[in-house]
Every structure is written in structure tokens, then in C-alpha cells.
């Protein structure tokens, strides 16, 4: 009898003490990306970018959403980034995207997270890189997408059922060669489109979206995925832009003297000078010619992304940038190829009547560019002053 009432004691224990462990660690996840600087805000990363709870809990009033895609991190350590720049309480930007974070993956984001933003206000940068005849490659999805965000847009009852329609099509015609997400997304068409009746979908989509949430933030959490970023004094409201152009340019010069096109020395020297000869007409209608195409799906997931602005009521400022013109030009991406993928991008901005920033006319601006495709100085520089005057409502 003692033996069984030492066992049951030491199993309640036990149990307290795995309780109280799970408590404790619950505890600091969660308060781990609670924060109230920025090092949330800047951080790369895909599991940041996934979590509706991540995201929400570090956007205020004073934050502005900004999405893109490698231009967010190619430059983040250069004194004109924003996470160098614009790190204040007053002012911030959330910046999501990384790598292949093209408009099907802002979509979902958007339309998981979008009516929650305190400002109702979010930047789109498009690159025109992305608008290929492949569009987003479907073999990136799964590592790009996240459930939660899915469920989350799927169910947002802001989102008309024809958006929602188009949107989980899409995804299901990209998951093709994911069979397990494939079918989660053929589900959700069925339970929160077609009005199939299966009361246990909505269930254990909703069980499987909260454990998919909760996995991000631990993961979160272990890897110590938050930047090490102390904010800066002042207020952004007082920022001398003047100054800070004048001095970044000179540095400028002096990481941009081995080559003729104005690209960081470093990156010619690692991606470009032993294949120069190479590259030469290496993207030209002949070589490559889908390397633009006006026929592309990119078009149609960035209507997408505007529909569900539309849908829920979001500010947009559509950001499109310019690659570097002379480079291109030796690549035999041809000024007149560029100039058609601006123009597309533009008009299907035009029957949404949303803000646009159109800096697609300084491809040969000196100092505007970095490298071949992302932003420099320049392009930095203009660019957090428009972001300024769109938090404001300022035209």
C-alpha cells in the first residue's frame, strides 16, 4: 500500500513540476517577441513572417507595414537602411519579406492580418524581376507559405467569397507538387468556399492553424531570431535627409569604384567580374526570353493581393523601383522590355485608385542603385521620405 501511495505521490509531482516547466517556458516564448523596440520589426525572418501573433504584437500606431522581398536585407547594415535610419518609437516600419516573398505570399499575409493593422496602411514594393513567364516558382511554396495565414484569410469574413476563391485556386494550382499541402488547401476550398458540410473541417482546421502558430513562436523563440537593436535617440520627425544623402554618397563613391555601372564593389567582384564576358546579352529577347513576360501570373496574384486591400478596406502604396540601367542594357534586357513591365505593373494599379510611387524613370540615376536590381543611397533614401509623408497622408 505504501509503494502504490509513494508512486501515485510521486506521479502527481511529476505532473506539477512538468506543469509548472511548460508554464515557465510558455511563458518566456511568448514574451520574447513582446517587445517594445524594434527588434522585432527588423529581423528577417520566415518564421517572423508567418505568425500572425509575431506580427500583430509588434505593429502600433507609429508602425508602418512595408513588404517586399531580398531588397529588406541585401543593404540592412548600411547607415541609409531604414533599420538604421527609421529605428525609432515615433516612427518604425515592419518590414516583411525575404527571398522569393512575392505577391501570392504578401496576399496571405495581408489577408490574415490586414484589418488588424492599427493604421490600415501597407507598401507594396514589386520587383520587376518577379513578373517572368514562371511567375512564383511552385516548387518555393511550401517552404514560403504559411498555414496559419491561409486559414486566417480563409476565413476572415471581410473577405469577399470571389477573392476568396480565386485565392485558394491559386494556391491549390501551386501546391501541386506538395500532396500534404495540397490537400489541406483543397479542403479549405471545400469547407470555406463550395459550403461543403463536414463539421469537423472548420475544427480541426482551426486546432491545426493554432498548433502551426504556436510551433513558429517556439521556433522563434529557440533560434533567437530577434536583432540585437538598441533604438535610436531623437525622433524620426527630425531626421537631417539633407546630410545623411551627402554623407552616404561619398561613401558611396568609394564602394563603387571597381566597376562602370555603379554596383558595390563586393558584389561585383563575388557575382560578376570572372563572368563578365559571360553575362553580356545574357538576358536578351533571344538568350533568355522569359525573363520578363507580360503574360505572367505574378500580374494576376498582385490583383489578388489589391482585391483583398480592397476587400478589407487597406490603404496600399504600390512601391515600383528600377533595376540598373546600364547593367541591363549590357545584359540585353532591353530599356523597351523594362519600360513594358513598368507600364503593365502601373495600370493594374489604376482601377483600384490606390497611391502609387513610381521611381521606375531613375534607372540610371547615379547612386540610386546598390546593384544590379536592389536599391542603393539614393533609392533608400527617397524612398523612407515617401514612406514619411504616406503614414501622415501626405501626397
Known sequence: MKKILAFILASILSALTLGIVAVLYFKEVFEYYK???????????????????????????????????????????????????????????????????????????????GEKIP??????????????????????LSNKISKEHVYRTMTNPKIKQETKKKFIERLIELSVDDTELNNTFKTYKAAFVDGEFNPFIPLSA?????????????LFYERREKENLALNSGSAYSIDWENLEKSEIQKNKTTTNNNQYGIDNEYYLRF???????????????NDPGYTDLNSAEYTDMELF????????????????????????????????????YTKILEITKPYNIEVYDASQLEYEEDYMYDPIHIGVKGWINLQKRLLEFQNNKK
Open 119 to 140: 493604421n490600415k496602411k501597407i507598401v507594396l514594393i514589386e520587383s520587376i524581376q518577379w513578373f517572368n513567364r514562371d511567375g512564383f516558382v511552385s516548387q518555393k
Open 306 to 341: 489589391l482585391e483583398i486591400a480592397k476587400d478589407l478596406g487597406v490603404e496600399v502604396l504600390v512601391t515600383v523601383f528600377p533595376v540598373n540601367g546600364k547593367w541591363f542594357d549590357y545584359t540585353g534586357f532591353t530599356s523597351e522590355r523594362r519600360k513594358q513591365t
Open 206 to 218: 482551426s486546432v491545426e492553424a493554432y498548433l502551426y502558430s504556436l510551433k513558429n513562436r517556439m
Open 272 to 286: 560578376i567580374k570572372d563572368k563578365y564576358e559571360n553575362l553580356k546579352n545574357s538576358h536578351n529577347i533571344n
Open 35 to 113: 517587445v517594445s523596440d524594434n527588434s522585432v520589426r527588423y529581423t528577417v525572418s520566415d518564421l517572423k513572417d508567418k505568425n500572425s501573433e509575431i506580427l500583430l504584437s509588434n505593429i502600433t500606431e507609429n508602425t508602418l507595414v512595408l513588404m517586399g522581398s531580398s531588397e529588406l536585407f541585401v543593404t540592412n547594415q548600411k547607415e541609409y537602411h531604414p533599420k538604421q535610419v527609421l529605428n525609432f518609437s515615433d516612427f518604425n516600419i515592419m518590414q516583411i519579406g525575404e527571398v522569393d516573398s512575392q505577391n501570392i505570399i504578401h496576399a496571405s499575409i495581408l489577408g490574415s492580418i
